[in-house]
């Protein structure tokens, strides 16, 4: 079994006792085994067994996910690893309420003291109301999803959300969780080296892990962060006065903010789009284009779209979809790059896209998504990630 580092301590992170630590790390430590372990097993039998048996009845191969799915649900491998993993992600979320649920007090009591002389600001309407393509479904299975708030002081959702997503994620995007965000900008170092942003935004911030790095990378710039729950911006903004970094979060619709037209020389996010539907994908890109000032950029990162991929794993990516309360991620994958972004208004020769993976060495690299399979750089659903931008 591997051995778990844990997320980063500071004064907003829930503190696991022994027994919560030990439960947590088993359930760590499981979701990788399976990782490694079990889910490559399905193509083995898909390849092997379910194929095979397909093109004896149909005489032709499965031609796209939707029946591949159909067909790998029929089989006991792969229904004994969705059993395991739907239970994996229930116990997760349980294990980490339940650790922050006992010192929810303290917590708040913490925000408190630390936003008392803040750096930054945090603005929330109470009239705000949450879209319901958002709230009408527990995202990714967390209990209240983004957007519970029980009180005007209320941090427990990012408080779950932060030590949950370390959880989730394997501890894969790094004790702080910002490897996201750090792709971004090594992205768009790559992409536009000459890019000095007076001001930015982050979309879909959460508690800010993408947002910090942003403050790094541009200290002269006026960094803003919005997101639909309140209680994940008053735990960002309570754990970024914490990391000393002045970001001004607020309580907004990515879909339709109240900044100005062309305020933002660069606008970016990680991993939003997929948990939004396909209307409000082609809102956010088309206020993405407004909030740009002449020649600023924006950038983003999301899982890949089916076209990168074969039917096979193109299943595995859609099981989310079905199993994971993911409803919008099988529409994301489903549509293209190039196509969203056009209708959002942007020119076809200032758009981009690009795969970030790692080499057969291990190493973090930036593959061009029209010269590069990116099968070639990391086998597997969720071995790569899609990167795109484009430029007003």
């Not at 004994?80 to 309420?97: D, F, H, K, N, P």
């Not at 942007?346 to 690009?354: N, R, W």
Request: charged content about 25%; overall charge neutral.
């Amino acid at each position: 079994m591997h051995a778990v580092p844990q997320p980063f301590a500071h004064a907003m992170m829930p503190k696991a006792r022994h027994d919560e630590l030990s439960r947590q790390n088993f359930t760590v430590t499981l979701k990788l085994f399976m990782t490694e372990n079990v889910y490559p097993a399905d193509e083995v039998v898909y390849e092997k067994v379910a194929k095979p048996k397909f093109v004896r009845e149909n005489k032709r191969e499965p031609k796209n996910h939707h029946e591949v799915r159909k067909l790998m649900l029929r089989e006991p491998t792969t229904q004994m690893w969705s059993s395991i993993a739907r239970t994996l992600q229930e116990t997760l979320w349980y294990q980490v309420g339940e650790c922050v649920d006992r010192q929810i007090d303290d917590l708040k009591a913490s925000s408190a003291v630390l936003t008392r002389k803040p750096k930054g600001t945090l603005t929330l309407d109470p009239n705000f109301v949450a879209p319901r393509y958002v709230t009408a479904v527990d995202i990714h299975a967390m209990p209240g999803n983004y957007t519970s708030n029980a009180s005007d002081d209320d941090v427990h959702v990012g408080a779950v959300f932060d030590r949950g997503a370390y959880y989730y994620t394997k501890g894969q995007s790094g004790p702080k969780l910002e490897s996201a965000g750090r792709g971004v900008i090594a992205t768009l170092q790559h992409k536009f080296p000459n890019l000095k942003p007076r001001r930015i935004l982050d979309l879909g911030c959460a508690i800010g892990t993408s947002t910090l790095p942003l403050v790094d990378t541009f200290p002269d710039a006026e960094v803003h962060g919005i997101d639909i729950g309140a209680g994940l911006l008053r735990y960002g903004h309570a754990r970024a006065e914490y990391f000393g970094r002045k970001v001004h979060f607020s309580l907004q619709n990515a879909e339709t903010t109240n900044f100005p037209d062309g305020y933002f020389d660069l606008v970016v996010s990680a991993g939003m789009f997929h948990e939004t539907s396909r209307k409000a994908t082609a809102n956010i890109l088309r206020e993405c284009h407004r909030l740009l000032a002449p020649g600023g950029v924006t950038l983003h990162s999301d899982v890949p779209h089916n076209d990168s991929m074969g039917p096979h794993d193109a299943w595995m990516l859609s099981w989310d979809a079905h199993y994971n309360a993911e409803p919008y991620w099988e529409t994301w994958n489903g549509m293209r790059t190039r196509d969203i972004m056009t209708a959002a208004g942007f020119a076809s020769g200032k758009i981009g896209e690009a795969w970030r993976g790692r080499d057969v060495y291990g190493n973090n690299m930036l593959f061009d998504r029209a010269k590069d399979d990116p099968r070639d750089s990391n086998k597997g659903q969720l071995g790569r990630g899609l990167m795109w931008w484009g430029q007003k």
